[in-house]
């Protein structure tokens, strides 16, 4: 099974519509898929269609002593999605003491699910270290998009073993050309070279609750999201093919 993780460079990138699209785009390529949603504001769920006010997932779970694996939610045969679930602001502080005092938690439950599964998506906080400890990732993703405040958070970035992801990419603007020109110059491989193109259909598929491979399969973002997981496919083959010790 692989692990894949997606987290903002900054608040606002739009990663859980990229979660959602891109679990559904692996899924079409005859992918299991697993979406699994570690952010307190519980909003993954909003794409696979199930009703915000429902408090389950696997966050409320573990605080009343059930079992996690109760909250998982199968959209589609082979595509299932695991909320956060509704926890109030005391309980995420006290669920954030738990995962920072236990690191191996979503290790081990990762290896419960590999049998089950092929990927398993993390959509991952910004901040929020212990939620964010969803263990070793094979993939790891952070997304930003083509603006100054994300051109200056990257001079502080190291982002050790991770790669770039550019969403909302608006090619008539004059700004985000010359902004990912330059990123491809000073970043080179670490740039995921698909991008995710600004396109009304993101917003249109979250209101209908839907990933946007799904509510508009023939819009250019499902497209780009059809060629990102067409590309995690293949940086995962040339991880699983590089000789141990050696970067793919």
Do not use: I
């Given at each position: 099974m692989t692990s894949l993780g997606l987290v903002g460079l900054r608040g606002g990138c739009g990663v859980s519509s990229l979660v959602a699209g891109l679990g559904q785009a692996l899924h079409a390529l005859g992918q299991r898929v697993l979406l699994v949603d570690l952010?307190?504001?519980n909003l993954l769920r909003l794409h696979g269609n199930l009703p915000f006010a429902d408090e389950g997932g696997?966050?409320?779970s573990l605080l009343d002593q059930r079992l996690w694996a109760d909250s998982l939610w199968q959209l589609r045969e082979g595509l299932?999605?695991?909320?956060?679930?509704?926890?109030?602001?005391?309980?995420?502080?006290?669920?954030?003491?738990f995962l920072l005092g236990t690191p191996e938690f979503w290790s081990t439950r990762r290896a419960e699910l590999a049998a089950h599964f092929d990927w398993l998506l993390f959509d991952m906080p910004q901040r929020l270290a212990g939620h964010a400890a969803a263990g070793p990732l094979d993939l790891a993703l952070r997304v930003l998009e083509a603006d100054a405040a994300c051109h200056?958070?990257?001079?502080?970035?190291?982002?050790e073993g991770e790669s770039l992801l550019l969403n909302r990419f608006d090619p008539t603007r004059a700004l985000q050309r010359d902004l990912r020109l330059l990123w491809q110059q000073s970043l080179g491989s670490r740039l995921v070279?698909?991008?995710?193109?600004?396109?009304?259909?993101?917003?249109?598929?979250?209101?209908?609750?839907?990933p946007v491979g799904l509510y508009a399969p023939h819009s250019l973002a499902a497209q780009d999201l059809n060629s990102l997981?067409?590309?995690?496919?293949?940086?995962?083959a040339r991880q699983t093919a590089a000789p141990r010790g050696v970067s793919a």
């Amino acid at each position: 099974m692989t692990s894949l993780g997606l987290v903002g460079l900054r608040g606002g990138c739009g990663v859980s519509s990229l979660v959602a699209g891109l679990g559904q785009a692996l899924h079409a390529l005859g992918q299991r898929v697993l979406l699994v949603d570690l952010c307190p504001e519980n909003l993954l769920r909003l794409h696979g269609n199930l009703p915000f006010a429902d408090e389950g997932g696997w966050a409320r779970s573990l605080l009343d002593q059930r079992l996690w694996a109760d909250s998982l939610w199968q959209l589609r045969e082979g595509l299932c999605l695991l909320p956060y679930g509704r926890l109030a602001a005391a309980e995420q502080g006290q669920l954030e003491r738990f995962l920072l005092g236990t690191p191996e938690f979503w290790s081990t439950r990762r290896a419960e699910l590999a049998a089950h599964f092929d990927w398993l998506l993390f959509d991952m906080p910004q901040r929020l270290a212990g939620h964010a400890a969803a263990g070793p990732l094979d993939l790891a993703l952070r997304v930003l998009e083509a603006d100054a405040a994300c051109h200056a958070l990257l001079q502080g970035w190291t982002g050790e073993g991770e790669s770039l992801l550019l969403n909302r990419f608006d090619p008539t603007r004059a700004l985000q050309r010359d902004l990912r020109l330059l990123w491809q110059q000073s970043l080179g491989s670490r740039l995921v070279p698909q991008c995710v193109h600004a396109d009304e259909a993101l917003a249109e598929a979250l209101a209908n609750k839907l990933p946007v491979g799904l509510y508009a399969p023939h819009s250019l973002a499902a497209q780009d999201l059809n060629s990102l997981a067409v590309w995690c496919l293949a940086a995962r083959a040339r991880q699983t093919a590089a000789p141990r010790g050696v970067s793919a």
